[in-house]
């Protein structure tokens, strides 16, 4: 076995498996707060890379500033997201809401073909083409900033639950709502403020993997997809399982399909689901119901 | 003495009677229009290239409603259909535009995989015109009414290999193809012209219709150290991808793209990495056909697309079905409008096109490369 491939493929995993874990780290997290399963989610993916790109385009703002506007705004999304559509389902059977969520998705894919086109645009980065040599590992500038980013936007997330009075309101939500509410927390405040990070999230990954491939309206199907595998994987409403399920799935799905075959990589997220599933009903990561 | 009965009688039989005469007395100008569905990937990874073909042929439909329409002065109204770019919806939208739309014609078959199974819906039932789609099955075990635009795979490859061995000239090849029916046709295809005539084939990698990233793939092809990396993708968007992607992986040696699938919004989106790659394709706007100027002005005027050959074969599509129904008379007399097509050369957006006893048309290839972003053909 060629060590510079191996190499590779395991640098491969790595970034794909961090977009991933961007990805699924929101749609943990609005699960394990406020037990919704939002379908829409890859959406806000889409348009994280969307608006990035007609920011960037259009006012010919650079592509940095473009990725946290984009967050921003659909940060911004989120919270309208909530107030329109989750809040005021919340006492709803957990059924209309991801039939809600699915909709919303739906509502969102085709809005975003009518309005952007169905022909694929890109995101331009400074650092797409930029070829960086570590040994004899050969990643783009680009690849890595998706791994940096991500690493600080995850220890970011980290320690906004672990020491912010937010995070802990959050926490709290997590473990007991009524509980919370009644030591005076204001659920609607961690509703909304839970959407706009998951959703903010959602859209910096959309932002950073953007410059490295093609984005059309439906690459929030893709999105979704993975971040459900990572969620189940990691555990749901586990923030460190999403972690190391994330990292795990892109480096199997890597070696999978450097090792034993393309057409396997696919399937190799589901396989792995079945794996965790029988092994392990809640997820590698999960022990009591709550964020961890 | 009128009753109020007779008053309201009179005037019923008055109220009926007149859209009567009114409907016979303009039947010449409003006649039915003739109704084509369009079935193609108008969603999914492939929406872009179905939406080119669309618009290609509403442009054309434009041309030929402007001149006076067919049969007589019947105006051509299209359908759009989408089949997302898979068989079972290919299917299913075929259905639906014979049965409940009623349709006279039907264009499809933009990728191979749904070409073969659309055309088993509508078999002997309908004039069908494949439009992309490249595998041979499909006119080979066509139908009588089923006709195919594009060259087969092995038109295409029989000349475009000869510009690979010729002017290209590399001494190994990798390949990196779609895995459908047709990227598996095409390795086929190339592994064997390709060693004929000297040029080592050092591997091949097969992608998904789904993915989006490429790494996976090309780190392996490039570990092979091929001379050239030829790339069979059908879709504008995975192509570009992995255009890109070839050279983020740090690969310096050459690109080769498959015939028919070089487009300007590939050349677009691909950036500096398609620079100086050959491609082969019908489509050139310099061909001097009649009905090519008339059909760039039209699609110009109505769509921020540059025209491409995914739109010329749109509008090859309307083109040669307008001409068979001119000549049958009517959009219904299948056996007719089949008969006329493939009875001597339709004049088209293309050039002269001549279909076989099996449908499957001749078109003229032309080689390509990309230079300063822009696909200039290239004559000896």
Redesign the interface.
């Known amino acids: 076995m060629d060590v510079t491939v191996f190499a590779q493929q395991i640098a491969n995993g790595l970034v794909n498996g961090m977009a991933y874990v961007l990805i699924a780290t929101g749609l943990t997290l609005v699960f394990g707060v406020l037990r919704i399963v939002n379908f829409a989610h890859g959406e806000f993916y889409m348009l994280g890379a969307y608006i990035t790109y007609f920011v960037g385009t259009l006012l010919g703002i650079d592509y940095l500033a473009a990725a946290a506007i984009a967050a921003v705004v659909v940060a911004a999304l989120g919270i309208a997201a909530n107030k329109l559509i989750f809040w005021p389902l919340r006492r709803d059977h957990e059924f209309t809401i991801l039939l809600s969520s699915l909709g919303l998705a739906l509502l969102i894919s085709n809005g975003g073909e009518l309005l952007f086109g169905a022909d694929p645009k890109y995101v331009d980065s400074p650092f797409a083409d930029e070829v960086l040599d570590i040994g004899a590992i050969t990643l783009t500038q680009q690849r890595v900033l998706v791994f940096a980013a991500a690493v600080v936007a995850l220890i970011g997330v980290y320690l906004f639950l672990r020491y912010s009075r937010f995070g802990k309101m959050m926490r709290a939500t997590a473990q007991n709502p009524d509980g919370a509410a009644l030591t005076g927390i204001n659920i609607k405040l961690v509703h909304g403020y839970t959407f706009a990070l998951a959703c903010g999230l959602a859209a910096l990954a959309g932002a950073l993997v953007g410059p490295t491939v093609m984005i059309f309206p439906t690459i929030g199907n893709w999105a979704v997809l993975k971040g459900f595998i990572v969620v189940i994987m990691g555990g749901l409403g586990s923030v460190t399982g999403a972690l190391f399920a994330g990292l795990l799935l892109g480096v199997i799905e890597s070696l999978g399909g450097g090792y034993i075959s393309l057409g396997f990589m696919e399937a190799i997220g589901y396989a792995m689901i079945i794996v965790v599933l029988l092994w392990r009903p809640n997820g590698l990561f999960s022990t009591a119901r709550g964020l961890r | 003495m009128f009753g109020r009965r007779t008053l309201l009688a009179t005037a019923a039989a008055l109220a009926l009677a007149i859209p009567m005469f009114g409907g016979l007395g303009g039947a010449k100008a409003q006649q039915p229009p003739v109704r084509i569905a369009v079935i193609g990937p108008?969603?999914?990874?492939g929406?872009?290239d179905?939406?080119l073909g669309l618009e290609g042929a509403q442009a054309m439909a434009a041309v030929i409603n402007a001149k006076g329409g067919v049969a007589g002065g019947r105006k051509i109204e299209l359908l759009t259909y989408d089949d997302k770019g898979s068989p079972e919806e290919g299917v299913s939208a075929a259905k639906r535009a014979m049965e409940q739309d009623n349709v006279d014609l039907i264009i499809g078959g933009w990728f191979s995989a749904v070409a073969l199974s659309l055309k088993e819906a509508t078999r002997d039932k309908i004039v069908t015109v494949m439009t992309s789609s490249q595998h041979p099955k499909v006119t080979e075990e066509g139908h009588k009414y089923l006709f195919r635009l594009n060259a087969t795979s092995a038109m295409m490859s029989d000349f475009y290999s000869k510009a690979i061995c010729e002017r290209i000239k590399p001494k190994s090849v990798a390949f990196m193809n779609v895995?459908d029916d047709w990227g598996r046709l095409d390795l086929e295809n190339y592994t064997k012209l390709l060693t004929n005539c000297g040029i080592e084939i050092k591997g091949h990698?097969?992608?998904?219709r789904?993915?989006?990233?490429f790494?996976?793939?090309l780190?392996?092809l490039k570990?092979l150290n091929p001379d050239a990396i030829y790339v069979a993708a059908i879709n504008?968007?995975?192509g570009?991808?992995i255009y890109?992607?070839i050279?983020?992986?740090?690969y310096r040696g050459k690109v080769i793209a498959s015939a028919g699938n070089m487009n300007p919004?590939l050349v677009e989106?691909s950036?500096?990495?398609l620079e100086n790659v050959y491609s082969a394709t019908p489509f050139t706007e310099d061909n001097g056909a009649p009905t090519m100027k008339p059909w760039l002005e039209e699609y110009r005027k109505s769509f921020k697309?540059e025209p491409s050959f995914i739109a010329s074969l749109g509008a090859q599509a309307v083109e040669v079905l307008a001409f068979g129904v001119n000549a049958a008379g009517d959009p219904r007399a299948y056996d007719k409008i089949a008969a006329a097509m493939k009875a001597q050369p339709v004049p088209t957006v293309l050039g002269e096109v001549r279909f076989s006893d099996q449908g499957q048309a001749t078109q003229t290839i032309h080689l390509v490369q990309v230079q300063k972003k822009q696909i200039v053909s290239v004559r000896d």
Not at chain 2, 205 to 208: C, I, K, M, R, V
Not at chain 2, 210 to 213: G, N, P
Not at chain 2, 247 to 250: F, K, L, S, W
């Open positions: 108008m969603s999914g990874t929406a872009f179905g939406q895995n990698e097969f992608y998904n789904t993915d989006t990233d790494n996976t793939a780190t392996k570990a504008t968007s995975q570009a991808t890109r992607q050279r983020q992986i740090g919004k989106l950036g500096n990495s697309n």
